[in-house]
Nanobody, 111 residues
Framework: QVQLVESGGGLVQAGGSLRLSCAAS????????MGWYRQAPGKQRELVAI???????NYADSVKGRFTMSRDNAKNTIYLQMNSLKPEDTAVYYC?????WGQGTQVTVSS
């Protein structure tokens, strides 16, 4: 069993940046697929970014060029650098390491 714990969410003005972290309780080296998802109020959870171990990230069109996902197997942590944030990025962001989910961290972008 691996537990995933997100951190780094918060309130930021439009145009600002945040860096989310997802720390795993165990090794992520054996978890091939890891990613970030988000869920806005009243909407379905959607994929933000996803990558395989040793691969390059794939991004949702809505965040391409603004968000960067990275993975550090040595630290058992993945990251999501979010730049040029928009109010529509407001959501609860979840870390995913198949088949595990984190508990989520709130990101709120004010206009």
């Amino acid at each position: 069993q691996v537990q995933l714990v997100e951190s780094g969410g918060g309130l930021v003005q439009a145009g600002g940046s945040l860096r989310l972290s997802c720390a795993a309780s165990g090794s992520i080296s054996r978890i091939n697929v890891m990613g970030w998802y988000r869920q806005a109020p009243g909407k379905q959870r959607e994929l933000v970014a996803i990558m395989t171990s040793g691969g390059t990230p794939n991004y949702a069109d809505s965040v391409k060029g603004r968000f960067t996902m990275s993975r550090d197997n040595a630290k058992n942590t993945i990251y999501l650098q979010m730049n040029s944030l928009k109010p529509e990025d407001t959501a609860v962001y979840y870390c995913r390491g198949v088949p595990y989910w984190g508990q989520g961290t709130q990101v709120t972008v004010s206009s």
